[in-house]
């Protein structure tokens, strides 16, 4: 079966730097949607950034732009997420997905289309 297994996650201070990564296992990995979202307390899940793991088209939440960059290595079927100058609105738990059916481009960050998941990394941002 699919399994996505995060690590990476941690405490860093303000302006500091993070890269999660995601191991996936049990599908193809290729011809998927796979991405990373967070949530925090009191807070609906939200879409960080996703990349089609054929071609590698990416899209990132506006929040992270310039700031967070998704990337894959195909051949060991991870993903990764660099967070670069964090801020405390970054703390959040961050969680792996894929999803194997198309998704439109409006609907790309949005968790409902992504039926895989995995346990999450905790990532704290102090200021």
């Known amino acids: 079966q699919v399994q996505l297994v995060e690590s990476g996650g941690g405490s860093v201070q303000a302006g500091g730097s993070l890269r999660l990564s995601c191991v996936a296992s049990?599908?193809?990995?290729?011809?998927?949607?796979m991405g990373w979202f967070r949530q925090a307390p009191g807070k609906e899940r939200e879409g960080v950034a996703v990349?089609?793991?054929?071609?590698?088209?990416?899209v990132y939440a506006d929040s992270v732009k310039g700031r967070f960059t998704i990337a894959q290595d195909n051949a060991k079927k991870t993903l990764y997420l660099q967070m670069n100058s964090l801020k405390a609105e970054d703390t959040a738990m961050y969680y792996c997905a894929a999803a194997q059916r198309a998704i439109l481009p409006w609907w790309r960050l949005h968790a409902r289309y992504y039926e895989y998941w995995g346990q999450g990394t905790q990532v704290t941002v102090s200021s």
């Open positions: 990349i089609y793991t054929t071609g590698g088209n990416t």
């Open positions: 049990g599908y193809t990995y290729s011809g998927y949607w």
